[in-house]
Nanobody, 114 residues
Framework: QVLLVESGGRSVQPGGSLELSCRSS????????MGWYRQNPGGQRELVAE??????TNYAESVKGRFTVVTDNMLTMDLQMTSLKPEDTGVYYC?????????WGKGTLVTVSS
């Protein structure tokens, strides 16, 4: 059973920076992709960024050039966020896929507000 724990969420002013971390445990075998998803106050969950075992990354258009996703051997994953905007507010979830099955963390709250 893969367990994912997110950390780093907090309140920050617009234009600020923040780094989220995701730590995994219970991993036996290859994780093929890890991702960060965001659930906004309206309840919709969307992909923010993902990174594949190959190193290929994919970003939502709204965060390109501002967010960077990095991983350490697909066991940990960080999301470096800069130039934060109020619309970046939400609960950020870590996701990992192993052998076609998705695992999720419980989320960490990011609030961007003045």
């Amino acid at each position: 059973q893969v367990l994912l724990v997110e950390s780093g969420g907090r309140s920050v002013q617009p234009g600020g920076s923040l780094e989220l971390s995701c730590r995994s445990s219970g991993v036996f075998g290859d994780i093929s992709v890890m991702g960060w998803y965001r659930q906004n106050p309206g309840g919709q969950r969307e992909l923010v960024a993902e990174i594949f075992r190959s190193g290929i990354t994919n970003y939502a258009e709204s965060v390109k050039g501002r967010f960077t996703v990095v991983t350490d051997n697909m066991l940990t994953m960080d999301l470096q966020m800069t130039s934060l905007k109020p619309e970046d507010t939400g609960v950020y979830y870590c996701q990992a896929r192993q052998y076609g099955r998705d695992y999720w963390g419980k989320g960490t709250l990011v609030t961007v507000s003045s």
